[in-house]
């Protein structure tokens, strides 16, 4: 029996030569196949940036969703300032009138017109404050009436239990606190609204 295979022309050693399958895919200076030696890059897609259109989503700037929180406190700290010299100055007016007008009676002095001032504008601040809730709710034309029905509610309180019946004239300074704080509180919500986001 023959052999398929003579031992002088052994095709399983025989070595091919490059030209027998074709062109090899690696060059003889540059041993990476064609299809790597111009990559093509890749080009991720341009998604458009996108800005916040609700400032609802910018949570810690803002005052209930509505007002600057930095520019309603500004806002009503020089309005409680101001309130406080405003009510310091009529307290002491009507300080010295007292001491003109009644002949028994010391005038307290500015000290005592600073602390009324002080807490004047305090509490003017802090009533106007609560028009943040109430803001966009229909309800503003009642927050003011309310001011106003709470200023004469107190202004009622001192006349008929703090001793003006009585002849207690230093009421009086009290009272002109009470409505230099229910005067602020009345234009705290003018001022919270110039902090409104637009």
Known sequence: ?????????DDRTRQF?????????????????RYQQQPQQYQQPQVPQQ?????????PTLLAGKF????????????GVLSAVVSFA??????????????DLVAQGPGAAVIYGVV?????VLAGLLYVPVSDTGNEGLFNAAIIALTVAAAVFYVIFGGLLEGDWLTL??????LCAGISAYAAPA????ARVR
Not at 17 to 33: E, K
Not at 68 to 75: L, R, Y
């Open 68 to 79: 600057d929180a930095k520019k309603v406190s500004v806002n009503l700290v020089l309005l």
């Open 51 to 59: 800005y916040p259109t609700n400032y609802d989503d910018q949570g």
């Open 1 to 9: 029996m023959s052999n398929q295979y003579p031992y002088g022309d």
């Open 173 to 178: 300074l009290s009272l002109a606190a009470i």
């Open 17 to 33: 030569s490059q030209g027998d399958y074709g062109q090899s895919p690696f060059s003889q200076n540059n041993q990476q196949p």
């Open 191 to 194: 001022r919270i609204e110039a």
């Open 120 to 124: 004047a504008g305090i509490i003017g």
């Open 90 to 103: 009529v307290v002491l007016i009507v300080d010295q009138l007292l001491a003109v007008v009644v002949t």
